[in-house]
């Protein structure tokens, strides 16, 4: 679905939240593939074993992934990331857990390269079946002013 959201529209305090997603170990497959981390405390179950987690860990970089991915859930035209701030992996994401996120607006301001356009940052929290906290960052968006748009 495409919705135009610009700057002024966004309200600092909304909160969001997205549908869930189970993690699986093709995921953890699949990434450590992309990306080249074959690190064993993603992919060695047995050495896992020996381990205080005791099983295979998601990568923090999968789960960001698919945390930040779960959030976009509309296509809006008049944004877009310029990046992500202070990413903390706070728990462990284990194979069949399930998680969600929670976007919470926590700021907005001029940006100061181009007034037609203002900074937008989100609060994303990635919160699993237990309801706990695993991965939290703040996602900021260049968004364009609605003032300095024709039509």
């Given at each position: 679905?495409?919705?135009?959201?610009?700057?002024?529209?966004?309200?600092?305090?909304?909160?969001?939240?997205?549908?869930?997603r189970?993690?699986?170990?093709?995921?953890?497959?699949?990434?450590?593939?992309?990306?080249?981390?074959?690190?064993?405390?993603?992919?060695d179950?047995?050495?896992c074993?020996?381990?205080?987690?005791?099983?295979?860990?998601?990568?923090?970089?999968?789960?960001l992934?698919?945390?930040?991915?779960?959030?976009?859930?509309?296509?809006?035209?008049e944004?877009?990331?310029?990046?992500?701030?202070?990413?903390?992996?706070?728990k462990?994401?284990?194979?069949?857990?399930?998680?969600?996120?929670?976007?919470?607006?926590?700021?907005?301001?001029?940006?100061?390269?181009?007034?037609?356009?203002?900074?937008?940052?989100?609060?994303?929290?990635?919160?699993?079946?237990?309801?706990?906290?695993v991965?939290?960052?703040?996602?900021?968006?260049?968004a364009?002013r609605?003032?300095?748009?024709?039509?």
């Amino acid at each position: 679905m495409v919705k135009s959201i610009f700057f002024e529209d966004y309200e600092i305090g909304a909160v969001r939240w997205s549908t869930g997603r189970t993690i699986t170990e093709g995921d953890i497959v699949l990434h450590a593939g992309q990306t080249g981390d074959f690190y064993p405390h993603h992919m060695d179950a047995e050495w896992c074993k020996t381990q205080p987690f005791g099983q295979r860990v998601a990568h923090g970089t999968l789960i960001l992934s698919i945390g930040i991915g779960l959030t976009a859930e509309e296509i809006n035209p008049e944004a877009f990331s310029y990046g992500y701030d202070r990413v903390r992996f706070i728990k462990p994401v284990f194979i069949g857990d399930t998680i969600r996120a929670r976007v919470t607006l926590k700021d907005k301001r001029d940006y100061p390269k181009r007034a037609e356009q203002g900074l937008v940052v989100e609060a994303c929290e990635v919160i699993n079946q237990k309801n706990e906290t695993v991965l939290a960052c703040e996602h900021v968006l260049l968004a364009n002013r609605r003032a300095n748009r024709s039509g």
